[in-house]
């Protein structure tokens, strides 16, 4: 991927943004693109239609940009994202952030739904990324650096902006009693985990783990975006008995849209508050 790749895009998506900049990119994860219904003067664009962009395959995953102002701040969404699990090479996966950075946005919100590996955590709760785990993965790094983006050994101490981040666990705080912090760990899928690489996440210092965010939150952090991450708790991850029964059960796509389903209301209330920092 050159330069040239993201620029096209960059420009294909200028020509349909009229005079709105946005300041906020946000990335909505499974079952949370309600937040759609918010937009005021909302301009859609579908990824198929965007020079480079690579299209969503999972369902649950919507495929396109919404662009528009929510209570008079301008902000772009990706309703539906890429995951490495359906076949894309990383460079596609990340192919949006740097598109948004070519755009001018320097914030940028990671959402997710994420199975919950803390003991402490219950189905529902909302966990404010702090740090994450993804050593024994491809780093979305990996290849010839553009230098126009970042330096060639980029500094990961920081990834996920402290400010931000505590404004948004207040801001969860306000709306529900399940706001929690943690560390995401990236597993690359689609299998879910085994309850023993479970186990080992959990002594590694995982709290919540996906299939997603990671590869994203690396190539924002690279181009020096301020970037906040919040994980939906859709399920107990592999053999982790849920609050619900103390039975472990077998984990489904099912059981996760239907948690994300049925917090995706408080979700929007929480997001939209948070778009007003901007
Ligand atoms: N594991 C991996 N990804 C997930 C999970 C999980 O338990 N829940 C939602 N996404």
Redesign the pocket.
Known sequence: MELENYQKATNYIKSKMGNISPKLAIVLGSGLGVIADEFEDLITIKYKDIPGFPVSTVSGHAGELLIGKINGVSVIAMNGRFHYYEGYDLKDVTFPIRVFHLLGINDLLLTN???GINLDFKVGDFMVINDQLSFFAESALRGKNLEEFGTRFPSMSQIYDKDLSQKLLDIINKYTSHAQTGVYAY?K?PA??TPAEIRALRILGADA???STVPEAIIAKHCGMRVVGVSCI??M??GIPSNLSIETKE?SHKE?NETADRVRFVFKDIVKEYIQLF
Do not use: H, K, S
């Open positions: 739904a994420a199975g597993m899928g879910y985990e783990v996906g299939m859709t399920n991850a592999a984990l996760v």
